[in-house]
């Protein structure tokens, strides 16, 4: 039974208790006044009895106007029950008939709820989604990563979308933009987590013909997907990411295990897992935050004019790819280090009264990975230019480069 009869029966119910009462109360204040009666007729000799009688009458009296506000406030309570009962019902209907596949599951991913749209998305019926954990729909290599996302979201407390891929039961994989945003108690503590997951072909508008007169039009055609500092970035073969705003960092691993820089990528330059042969490639955001764009390969082959707007982003990666290559091909570590911050300098660098600043921050081990040695090598070098005064850290731990 919904619950808006459910409210209607249960208001009804109380309110037949409390006329019952009052009817009950009226009944005794009826036979209390006989009583006074008779006994303030009779020979009786008692002066108390009939006093007695009649402040119990007057108090049946408050009683029964305290009786008739409760009944009335009670009256309130239920009609305000009944109606939202009825609010709810209505916005469960418009739920369960929303067009994008909308999802509730507790701090932990389990699913509480879920509309008509995810279950179809899903390939599992309504009934059965209920209790599920959210991460059995996320291929097996992606959801040993899961928790920490589920952990980021909670500890920054705001909307979040990132792309991933999802596996349907029974289905190919799909990709898809999920968007979760917490639900918080009184105390602003995440208490639920609210999803919206959507079909990436339904959220990528179509590209035509003719819309690519400059970077500006490519950027305000597509959606941006927001990564914050430290995030990897998920790479699909079949897709290409555009930064918008922000820093990337390009990195493999060698034989040894070390990571190796292979490239930083800033705005309007392209990457993919699709645009390298190494066996080991991860994007990592360097920024505090970073926006980014998603182009399939299906489109860019489909359109001259998309391809012109690439090509001289892809001509900047392979310079710079061959430049951090020329990096590890000098002997001297200093030359090593020095070459690379000029090159950050021109790439990365705002003037300031102090000097050259840096817009980006690069750990000690970054530069060592990027200058191919290790970081207690890079601690001393950067000691000595200290003390030379070449260098300077500003209060935001940004490199300074004094001219």
């Known amino acids: 039974m919904g619950e808006y009869l459910q409210a209607k029966m249960s208001a009804g119910t109380f309110d037949m208790d409390l006329k019952q009462f009052i009817q009950q109360l009226d009944a005794l204040q009826r036979r209390l006044e006989q009583l006074y009666h008779c006994v303030n007729t009779s020979n009786g000799k008692s002066h108390l009895l009939p006093s007695a ?3 119990l009458g007057m108090a049946s009296e408050e009683l029964q106007v305290a009786m008739e506000e409760l009944l009335a406030q009670a009256e309130e309570s239920a009609a305000m029950q009944v109606k939202l009962a009825a609010e709810r019902q209505r916005y469960q209907h418009l739920f ?3 067009p994008h596949a909308y999802l509730e599951t ?3 991913g389990k699913i509480i709820e879920a509309n008509q ?3 179809n998305l899903l390939n599992v019926s309504q009934r059965f989604l209920v209790g599920k954990p959210l991460d ?10 899961f928790p920490a996302k589920l952990v980021q979201i909670q500890q920054r407390n705001l909307k979040q979308e990132w792309l991933a891929q999802i596996q349907p039961r029974q289905s190919e994989p799909l990709e898809a933009v999920l968007t979760v945003s917490p639900h918080c108690d009184l105390d602003n503590q995440p208490i639920s987590l609210y999803w919206m997951v959507q079909d990436i072909r339904d959220r990528q508008p179509m590209l035509r013909e003719g819309n690519y007169d ?3 039009n490519l950027f305000q055609n597509r959606h941006r997907y927001i990564y914050y500092k430290g995030e990897t970035i998920s790479l699909k073969p079949q897709t290409i990411w555009l930064v918008y705003q922000g820093v990337i960092k390009l990195s493999t691993i060698s034989e040894s295990g070390d990571e190796i820089i292979v490239g930083l990528i800033r705005e309007s330059m392209p990457f993919s897992s699709s645009m390298t042969s190494l066996p080991m490639y991860e994007a990592t955001v360097l920024s505090e935050a970073a926006e980014l764009i998603s182009i399939s390969q299906t489109e860019i082959a489909a359109s001259a004019q998309l391809f012109q707007v690439l090509l001289p982003q892809l001509n900047q990666r392979l310079q710079q790819t061959e430049f951090l290559l020329s990096i590890a091909g000098k002997r001297q570590i200093t030359n090593r280090l020095n070459c690379f911050l000029s090159w950050l300098k021109e790439k990365f660098g705002q003037p300031t009264p102090e000097g050259t600043r840096l817009t980006i921050r690069l750990t000690h081990q970054d530069f060592a990975n990027a200058c191919c040695t290790t970081r207690v090598t890079i601690t001393r070098l950067f000691n ?3 003390q030379q ?3 300077a850290f500003d209060a935001q731990r940004h490199l300074v480069l004094r001219d």
């Open 53 to 55: 009688f009649k402040e």
């Open 96 to 98: 369960q008939f929303l």
């Open 106 to 108: 507790d701090t932990n």
């Open 117 to 119: 749209a995810a279950a």
């Open 136 to 145: 059995i729909f996320f291929p097996k290599s992606d959801r040993r990563k």
């Open 214 to 216: 400059n970077n500006t």
């Open 384 to 386: 000595q230019l200290q």
């Open 389 to 391: 005064g070449t260098i």
